[in-house]
């Protein structure tokens, strides 16, 4: 088993249905065309520092990645991580999208947190 969250470069505006509504878009095969935003570069190569998607360490034990490389689009990175990922993991993943102000949206209950 696995599960999914998702870090999305929304509008500081956006509400939890347009972050919902991004990912349908995505999920649809939907995706903008621009240059990367910052922000979820800049998450991408914090997370990525300690736990490889590419590589053979990305299929090491203890890497947390159920998929790897990671879905990976100029405004949002989409994870799939293993079931027994460790909680330091998540703790990771949360202050780095707080930190980069991202939209995290976890995909098992539609939840979508903003920790900025």
């Known amino acids: 088993m696995s599960f999914d969250l998702v870090v999305w470069a929304m509008d500081r505006t956006a509400d939890q249905d347009a972050v919902r509504a991004a990912n349908a878009r995505c999920f649809s095969g939907d995706h903008p065309q621009r240059a990367a935003d910052p922000r979820v570069v800049a998450f991408y190569d914090a997370v ?9 360490r990305a299929s090491e034990a203890g890497s947390p990645w159920a998929s790897a490389p990671l879905h ?5 990175i989409h994870m799939r991580l293993d079931e027994n990922c460790a909680d330091v993991v998540l703790e990771m993943i949360e202050k780095y999208a707080a930190q980069f ?11 979508v947190y903003r920790a900025f």
């Open 48 to 56: 990525t520092s300690y736990y490889p998607d590419r590589g053979p």
């Open 72 to 76: 990976a689009e100029a405004d949002h």
């Open 101 to 111: 102000h991202l939209d995290l949206l976890d995909l098992q209950d539609g939840s």
